[in-house]
């Protein structure tokens, strides 16, 4: 196994650039660590006979991939990994594709950086991979096929094409893929109501699916322009999503209810970027972006008593422009100002009729509009080796209209600052705090109405909200052992202001639960992260890599008005791999465990809990058939683990009325076996 080399901030800088930086000299670990960078060339990963950026970045130890946050606008929402020192332009393109789509004979090397260095935006985060790829190329490809066998009979098959190929600096690349897939959500199981004498008065079996197909088309291509590199990437996707449920009653009478829901998706996405140095140290930075999102949702309830359908057609478009300046003051000292404007349009139109009845509903046709503008500034300073400081200020305003059933309009002005310090105390340890003023985004889909017929709930809009604000609080250690042991544990608090959560609405169609401000509160985070290297156990080429979550959170119940925990956030979250390359065998094997978890909202009239009651488990083997073409075998939910949902339901307010009935559901979803062959070619 390679020992990681370092990587200088002058090297980093030139990745930022998309330059090939020069060779990384091969220094001990003690001074790669001591500057904060580790860098692991490609040659590391041979033995997990990785085939793209994403499966080497699931190997890197230490490290854990963020995707990022799904927001307006596009600074500070971007993931943990970067490619030659750049975000990717796209917003809607997942991060982890994009990392996939990126072949592993590109790669040159990954830096992972811990804690900033100068020339790199960290993105806001304290721990970033930087994929540096090499130059050049001639034509690559990839045709993978796929199949997932579902325990019921299903099978949902997939196809895959990438190409991309480069020569003089004029780089593209395109990417076609299809696939059915299948929700994991839950599918078959016993249902049962419950009195509020603990006397069952229902009970009923649950038969459901919930599966669909899924398009994309992407594209890219760059070329030297105006003594600078420009950059377009496009990508459309489809998305055609059904949900079917059976629900028969069998005591105390026979019924049958049945729910149709249908999901239409058209995502398009047109962005570019164009780079330009001016010296060996300053850089400018053009990036623009347009994308739009129609939605097409129809719901069908049906049982002997009562019909239902609901209607939502959503058009949604964001339109962002973006200037920033990077400034290589010394090799210690970085500095980067900007700015960005982004224009936001929703038009939303809600139907719901009950038993051939319309029913008015609060916000059911609204048309909001934003117009968001951000300025920032950002520096970071290496005043010692084993120390380095990262200062930002952003400050952001927006104005907000609606039109339609709630007209309104509001302005809104935040001031963001962050300030982040590491030091490298030890060659094997590492300190880092953060203190930072973090502003949420409003989410359109609170704006307008909602509905869940199968549960029988009605959710009104409200486009009056306050984006949710918090000071975060973050301390980290990081301590490395036996090479690529690494062992991260973080404490985080974040002291909220406006935090948003359901309330009780009343209106002149009758009272809803709404999204709403509902005040001050707190959350507390523990984090670990691990990395366990089990050659010294006797388990050469073995590795466990595992993230644990545990959180505290509190804020005051707007309908009971004593404290409670925040709705849909998951006290304790973990995953864990064991993975094992096998180099004689061109093999690689390994399990991978997801935890259960529980997360309970709470609404004026309703608590809902949801569990996973055990362990999502996946073993798993990869083999090198050819040089070119692998093949990937996995056994998804081994252990059949399945989704409880328990909903106590009041005959009104939770606060003045009895508990009605608790209606409780127990689905399970089975084994799967899903098999892929992939194929490389080209240079």
Do not use: C
Request: net charge negative.
């Amino acid at each position: 196994m390679l020992v990681p080399a370092m990587a200088s901030a002058l090297a980093l800088t030139a990745a930022a650039q998309g330059e090939a930086a020069g060779p990384v000299a091969a220094e001990a670990p003690t001074s790669a660590q001591a500057e904060g960078v580790i860098s692991y060339p490609a040659a590391y990963f041979a033995g997990a006979q990785a085939g793209n950026a994403w499966e080497m970045l699931l190997r890197l130890p230490g490290f854990a991939l963020d995707t990022g946050d799904t927001i307006r606008g596009f600074e500070g929402g971007g993931g943990n990994a970067l490619v030659d020192g750049q975000r990717p332009t796209s917003k809607t393109d997942p991060l982890d594709e994009l990392l996939r789509r990126i072949p592993a004979a590109r790669i040159q090397r990954i830096d992972l950086i811990r804690g900033g260095a100068p020339g790199i935006d960290m993105q806001g985060k304290t721990v970033v991979a930087n994929v540096v790829r090499k130059p050049g190329g001639g034509l690559r490809g990839l045709v993978a096929v796929a199949n997932n066998a579902i325990y019921d009979g299903r099978n949902h098959h997939g196809v895959r094409l990438e190409l991309s190929g480069g020569k003089d600096g004029r780089n593209w690349e395109g990417s076609a893929r299809y696939g059915y897939g299948a929700d994991d959500g839950g599918d078959d199981g016993p249902g049962v109501k419950i009195g509020p004498n603990g006397a069952i008065i229902e009970r009923s079996q649950i038969e459901s699916e919930s599966d669909g197909l899924q398009k994309t088309l992407t594209g890219a291509y760059e070329q030297p322009l105006l003594g600078g590199k420009a950059r377009i990437d496009g990508r459309m996707f489809w998305d055609h999503w059904k949900f079917e449920e059976d629900r028969q009653i069998t005591d105390p009478v026979f019924e049958l209810h049945t729910t149709d829901d249908v999901y239409l998706r058209k995502d398009t996405e047109l962005g570019g970027r164009f780079t330009r140095s001016f010296g060996p140290r300053t850089d400018l930075e053009f990036i623009g972006i347009r994308q739009t999102r129609d939605q097409d949702i129809t719901s069908a309830f049906a049982s002997p008593a009562e019909t239902g359908r609901f209607n939502l057609l959503r058009e949604s478009s964001e339109t962002i422009g973006r200037a920033v300046v990077k400034r290589q003051v010394s090799p210690a000292l970085s500095l980067e100002v900007g700015g960005e404007g982004a224009f936001n349009k929703l038009d939303s139109h809600t139907h719901l009729a009950l038993g051939g009845a319309e029913v008015e509903l609060p916000a059911a046709n609204v048309t909001v509009e934003e117009t968001r503008n951000e300025v920032f500034a950002k520096g970071t300073w290496r005043p010692a080796q084993a120390v380095t400081l990262e200062a930002s200020l952003r400050y952001e305003s927006s104005s907000i209209s609606s039109a339609g059933d709630v007209q309104l309009e509001k302005s809104l002005h935040f001031a963001k600052p962050r300030l982040a310090a590491t030091w490298q105390a030890l060659p094997d340890t590492q300190l880092r705090l953060r203190v930072e003023r973090v502003v949420g985004q409003l989410d359109f889909d609170d704006f307008v109405a909602d509905s869940s017929l199968n549960k029988g709930t009605v959710t009104a809009g409200n486009p009056d909200l306050n984006p949710e604000q918090a000071w975060v609080t973050e301390a980290a250690v990081e301590q490395r052992f036996w090479t690529d042991g690494v062992i991260v544990v973080t404490y985080r608090r974040s002291a909220l202001d406006d935090v948003i959560d359901r309330a009780l609405i009343f209106t002149s169609a009758g009272v809803f639960d709404a999204p709403s401000n509902i005040g001050a509160g707190t959350k507390d985070e523990l984090i670990v992260n691990l990395t366990v290297p089990l050659s010294r156990l006797g388990l050469p080429g073995a590795q466990i890599k595992g993230e644990a979550t545990r959180r505290w959170s509190e804020v005051i119940d707007p309908t009971t008005g004593r404290a409670r925990e925040i709705s849909d956030l998951r006290p304790l979250e973990w995953e864990a791999t064991f993975s094992q390359d096998l180099p004689r065998w061109k093999a690689t094997w390994g399990i991978d465990v997801f935890g259960g978890w529980r997360e309970t909202s709470y609404q004026f009239d309703r608590v809902a809990t949801v569990k996973l009651e055990s362990a999502w488990v996946k073993p798993f083997v990869e083999i090198r058939l050819q040089p070119d073409l692998m093949l990937r075998m996995e056994l998804n939910n081994l252990v059949e683990r399945g989704i409880r949902t328990t909903r106590n339901i009041y005959s009104g307010p939770r606060d003045v009325s009895p508990l009605a009935f608790t209606d409780d559901r127990d689905l399970t979803f089975g084994r799967t076996f899903y098999v892929r062959l992939r194929k490389t070619f080209g240079a």
